[in-house]
């Protein structure tokens, strides 16, 4: 489904690039909004600051969130996210480079969907950047709306 939109938090302009250009590989045509730091994401997630102008029912297919980031770590957005009921379904991937065994327990502890460590190779990066694409954008049933049961 190519109008679903992916959210990609990254601060790392490399990552970033990396990232686009395995979806692109992987063909997986759906538009990606950037946002570069946690207070950007929660911004952009919650239609504030910036996004104000952007319908905050317009929920991206999947958060691909990193960990290490600028102003608000990615934990803290996670835990931000989670707790908010009009995004608490909002599937969301760690995507980090992080192997800390407490990132990976305390992302899914928080509500993390998946963690998936940022291979070092390109090519391993874009197979799991294209199996993350296929997994939430064409096999995941997404939940519906919350305003549906409203």
């Given amino acids: 489904m190519p109008d679903r939109t992916i959210l990609l938090v990254e601060d790392n302009p490399d990552d970033e690039l990396l990232t686009l250009r395995a979806l692109q590989r992987n063909r997986v ?63 969301i991937v760690i995507l980090s480079t992080s192997s800390e065994e407490r990132d990976i327990y305390t992302s899914y502890t928080l509500g993390a969907n998946s963690y998936v460590r940022k291979p070092v190779d390109f090519e391993q990066f874009t197979e799991a950047v294209g199996r993350i694409g296929a997994y939430w954008l064409q096999v995941n049933e997404a939940p519906p709306p919350i305003s549906a049961f409203r």
């Fill in 29 to 91: 045509i759906n538009p990606v909004s950037i946002v570069r730091d946690g207070v950007e994401a929660l911004d952009f997630m919650f239609a504030e600051g910036q996004y104000a102008h952007r319908n905050s029912n317009d929920l991206p297919a999947v958060i691909l969130l990193d960990l290490k980031l600028p102003k608000l770590d990615g934990l803290e957005v996670l835990r931000r996210l989670r707790n908010d009921e009009r995004t608490c379904l909002v599937p």
